[in-house]
């Protein structure tokens, strides 16, 4: 329809049905009223919205008391993260294994605004093994990889810093800094399509492990209506249909419950699409802290709008480009631990941060129980989130209490991990 319209074809998504393409208000009119065209949206822009906080979850906890099924530490290992942002430095010293190659198993660009047009896999240039999060305005997607799945560094003033799950396979997908909504979709396509085998059939899962959860840390500014046709729903559920949690940054727009700032695709009810709220230990490991002043609420008394569970998102110390927008304006630049890593981590914070903590800790989850289904996942974390009391009552709505400014409360990893199963070392 789009191209007997006059469109210029960009790129389909055959998987959701969806055709991605550009044209004139009169060809877009065209296409609303053609047959078999059942909804029709536009693009936009979007905005991207640790040292102690593994504490604070008991992530480090889990990782060093727990183990899997084979004895292994719970690190996330088998388990693969896909990080859809700015792009992934592969290079940087946060993703270095202890044999020296990258945490980062597949590095992927978003080209199509170049491309006459293209399928999905055309759309994505493969830049494995090198620095996609280049552009002036970047840093974020590297910052947000480090929290999810960055190793353990020791940085040079002796600080020790590791992501939540520092065993996972870290997969990124660069949408570039002005990202928007074709190109993040593009990328959730990608992951749909790909993520039993992301570096192809021939290549065994021991080497590159599947994906099984996506973070996205940006959304539009203000929040918004959820909209359960728009394309970034359709193929979220089509992801959790095959296994594949949808991790979503609840939004930085602060609010007071008088109406929801939630990011809208945060609000899809369906079993494992997550939306996290921020949550401050003060610096301290603390699990009776604060929700995040800034952290977008939902809107009192409509529960479909809340977010569904608090992480450590404010205060962040992670990998970062020192020479990049979000990581030269970070509140202490340290340096990394070799000679040349001048700056090479920061603090930032935003849900942005809160929301690869959760992408990260889903990893741990899945190595715990790796038959367990999205929705068992989503259970487990919120069914033993601890009841952090500072912010708005909770309220029970279905099988758990929930509130419009933390969700269930503050994610607890040991707690999860022994609910699925995890074993005591």
């Known amino acids: 329809a789009a191209s007997d319209a006059g469109m210029k074809v960009i790129t389909s998504w055959r998987k959701v049905g969806i055709v991605v393409a550009h044209g004139t208000a009169s060809q877009i009119q065209a296409v609303r009223g053609a047959d078999g065209v059942r909804y029709v949206e536009g693009n936009q822009k979007i905005k991207l919205s640790l040292e102690t906080s593994h504490t604070a979850t008991r992530g480090a906890q889990a990782r060093s008391e727990l183990a899997d099924g084979n004895g292994a530490p719970v690190d996330g290992r088998g388990v693969g993260v896909a990080v859809i942002d700015t792009g992934i430095d592969a290079t940087h010293p ?30 994505f240039a493969d830049l494995t093994g090198a620095d996609t999060d280049t552009l002036s305005v970047g840093g974020h997607g590297t910052h947000v990889a480090g929290i999810a799945g960055g190793r353990d560094v020791t940085l040079s003033d002796g600080g020790k ?8 396979a870290l997969y990124g997908l660069s949408v570039g800094a002005g990202i928007s909504i074709i190109g993040a979709d593009a990328a959730l396509n990608w992951v749909l399509e790909h993520h039993a085998a992301p570096c192809g059939a021939d290549v065994p899962a021991a080497t590159c492990p599947p994906i099984k959860v996506t973070n996205n840390s940006y959304g539009p500014s203000g929040g918004g209506s959820f909209d359960p046709d728009s394309a970034t729903v359709k193929i979220q559920r089509a992801l959790a249909a095959e296994g594949v949690l949808t991790v979503w940054a609840n939004g930085n727009d602060g609010g007071d ?39 977008s609420r939902g809107k009192k008394g409509d529960p479909s709008t809340y977010p569904d569970i608090s992480a450590p998102g404010e205060d962040i110390t992670s990998a970062c480009r020192p020479y990049l927008a979000v990581c030269s304006t970070g509140l202490a630049p340290r340096n990394g631990p070799g000679l040349l890593d001048l700056g090479t981590f920061n603090t930032i914070s ?29 259970d487990a974390m919120k069914s033993t989130a601890h009841k952090y009391s500072h912010g708005a009552a909770y309220e029970t709505v279905g099988a758990y209490t929930t509130s419009y400014d933390k969700g269930a409360g503050l994610v607890d990893v040991y707690a999860a991990a022994r609910k699925l199963g995890a074993a005591l070392n």
């Not at 946060?94 to 759309?123: M, P, R």
């Not at 810093?161 to 996972?168: E, R």
Request: net charge negative; charged share 15%.
């Open 94 to 123: 946060a993703f270095k294994n202890a044999d020296g190659s990258s945490a980062v198993k597949k590095n992927l660009k978003y080209i199509c605004a170049v491309l006459e047009t293209g399928d999905n896999d055309q759309c």
């Open 350 to 378: 935003g849900t942005s941060m809160a929301a690869p903590h959760i992408a990260g800790i889903v990893a741990q989850l899945y190595q715990v129980a790796p038959g367990a289904s999205p929705a068992q996942i989503e």
């Open 257 to 295: 419950g008088s109406s929801s700032l939630s990011n809208p695709p945060g609000m899809d009810p369906t079993p494992g699409v997550i939306s996290v709220a921020s949550y401050f230990d003060q610096d301290s490991g603390t699990r009776d802290g604060e929700v995040s002043e800034y952290s």
């Open 161 to 168: 810093l590791h992501g939540a799950a520092p065993g996972a």
